[in-house]
Nanobody
Framework: QVQLVESGGGLVQTGGSLRLSCAAS????????MGWFRQAPGKEREFVAAISWNGGSTYYADSVKGRFTISRDNTKNTVFLQMSSLKPEDTAVYYC?????????????WGQGTQVTVSS
């Protein structure tokens, strides 16, 4: 059974930092793009960041560019999202995604999500 398990969410003050991790099990994602999406209360899920299979290319939503950094460790089947200079509008449930298609921002696998709350 394929699983994506996120961790690292929590409560942080404006301007703070958090590092999310997503550990995959059940299969390897080393040959596929991975990504992060988020969903705030009352809003649709939106793209945050994606990374190519070898980490050579990264993609970011304009709202997080320069503040968030996506990375991966294929030896550990894990993808990370380093979030800095956090703002209240970053508050959302963050989802890890596997087999991301950057062209249309779709994904075939999803984690259950981790809550990130940024207080003002």
């Amino acid at each position: 059974q394929v699983q994506l398990v996120e961790s690292g969410g929590g409560l942080v003050q404006t301007g703070g930092s958090l590092r999310l991790s997503c550990a995959a099990s059940g299969r390897t994602f080393s040959g596929y793009a991975m990504g992060w999406f988020r969903q705030a209360p009352g809003k649709e899920r939106e793209f945050v960041a994606a990374i190519s299979w070898n980490g050579g290319s990264t993609y970011y939503a304009d709202s997080v560019k320069g503040r968030f950094t996506i990375s991966r460790d294929n030896t550990k089947n894990t993808v990370f999202l380093q979030m800095s200079s956090l703002k209240p509008e970053d508050t959302a449930v963050y989802y890890c995604a596997g087999e991301v298609t950057v062209r249309d921002l779709s994904a075939n696998y999803w984690g259950q999500g981790t809550q990130v709350t940024v207080s003002s």
